[in-house]
């Protein structure tokens, strides 16, 4: 399924985040290391970064990221302390455009899905009258469900981890699937993680959540399966699904 990561700390260059680690996401996108289904990132690729707004900017492609010569020339200029990144390996029966790229993002929000709902018409259908509707949710694609769900959550109040949750278990009670997410705020980054990897890296400077290790430093660590982890100024908080 994709690869894809989520950043919070000091500022630090889309270049250093997602290309220059010994195995980045860039590198991911052709050799992933531990990718159980597929085996390359090609069908696009994204990039949410905050600066100094509320909303994050979205930089997305539908090609991958290593044919995008416009993204290595301007990834080294970026500086951010939040981000969310991911290379697309698509799920078949669903759209191959841009729309379908991760992140996706409405309001302050950024969001990115690895896995697959086993049954998203019927969770669509189950699940339809509790998804905020704006046009990122409206993708051709089953993540853009689980963003919708975890959407109208936050916009009712919820905190990061607390909103992909909540739309992981209403998932699960419809179909369920390999649900694994990461989401951003600008001031916080969380993960839940159903059914496909999810691992950490706390450092002194700042906290990556990843699909796979990006480098060898061994403070990397796999969280549990079925559990959340929200990382914001107070430090990493997990707990069981
Ligand atoms: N199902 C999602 C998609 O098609 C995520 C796929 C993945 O994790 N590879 O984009």
């Given at each position: 399924m994709c690869r894809h990561?989520a950043?919070?700390?000091?500022?630090?260059?889309?270049?250093?985040?997602?290309?220059?680690?010994?195995?980045?996401?860039?590198?991911?996108?052709?050799?992933?290391?531990?990718?159980?289904h597929?085996?390359?990132?090609?069908?696009?690729?994204g990039?949410?970064?905050?600066?100094?707004?509320?909303?994050?900017?979205?930089?997305?492609?539908?090609?991958?990221?290593?044919?995008?010569?416009?993204?290595?020339?301007?990834?080294?200029?970026?500086?951010?302390?939040?981000?969310v990144?991911a290379v697309r390996s698509a799920t078949?029966?669903t759209?191959?455009?841009?729309?379908a790229a991760a992140p996706f993002t409405?309001?302050?929000?950024l969001f990115s899905h690895n896995g697959r709902l086993?049954?998203w018409?019927?969770a669509?259908?189950?699940?339809?009258?509790?998804?905020?509707?704006?046009?990122d949710t409206?993708a051709?694609v089953d993540s853009a469900l689980l963003f919708a769900l975890a959407l109208?959550?936050?916009?009712?109040?919820?905190?990061?981890?607390?909103g992909l949750?909540?739309a992981a278990?209403?998932v699960?009670?419809?179909?369920?699937g390999r649900l694994s997410a990461l989401a951003?705020?600008?001031?916080?980054?969380a993960a839940v993680v159903v059914g496909e990897?999810v691992?950490?890296?706390?450092?002194?400077?700042?906290?990556?959540?990843?699909a796979?290790?990006?480098?060898?430093?061994?403070?990397?660590?796999?969280?549990?399966?079925?559990?959340?982890?929200?990382?914001?100024?107070?430090?990493?908080?997990?707990?069981?699904?």
């Amino acid at each position: 399924m994709c690869r894809h990561l989520a950043y919070l700390g000091a500022p630090r260059t889309l270049e250093s985040l997602v290309v220059a680690p010994s195995h980045s996401l860039y590198e991911q996108s052709w050799a992933p290391a531990r990718q159980r289904h597929g085996t390359v990132n090609a069908d696009g690729f994204g990039v949410g970064w905050y600066v100094d707004r509320v909303a994050p900017v979205r930089y997305r492609r539908a090609q991958p990221i290593w044919t995008d010569a416009s993204f290595a020339s301007l990834a080294p200029t970026v500086s951010t302390s939040c981000a969310v990144a991911a290379v697309r390996s698509a799920t078949p029966g669903t759209s191959l455009d841009e729309s379908a790229a991760a992140p996706f993002t409405h309001g302050r929000w950024l969001f990115s899905h690895n896995g697959r709902l086993h049954d998203w018409a019927t969770a669509r259908k189950a699940l339809g009258a509790e998804a905020a509707d704006v046009p990122d949710t409206r993708a051709g694609v089953d993540s853009a469900l689980l963003f919708a769900l975890a959407l109208a959550r936050w916009q009712a109040g919820a905190g990061l981890a607390e909103g992909l949750a909540g739309a992981a278990r209403a998932v699960l009670d419809h179909g369920g699937g390999r649900l694994s997410a990461l989401a951003a705020d600008g001031e916080s980054i969380a993960a839940v993680v159903v059914g496909e990897p999810v691992y950490v890296l706390p450092g002194a400077d700042g906290v990556a959540l990843a699909a796979e290790p990006h480098d060898d430093d061994p403070g990397w660590r796999e969280l549990a399966d079925l559990s959340v982890v929200q990382v914001d100024g107070s430090g990493l908080t997990e707990s069981p699904l």
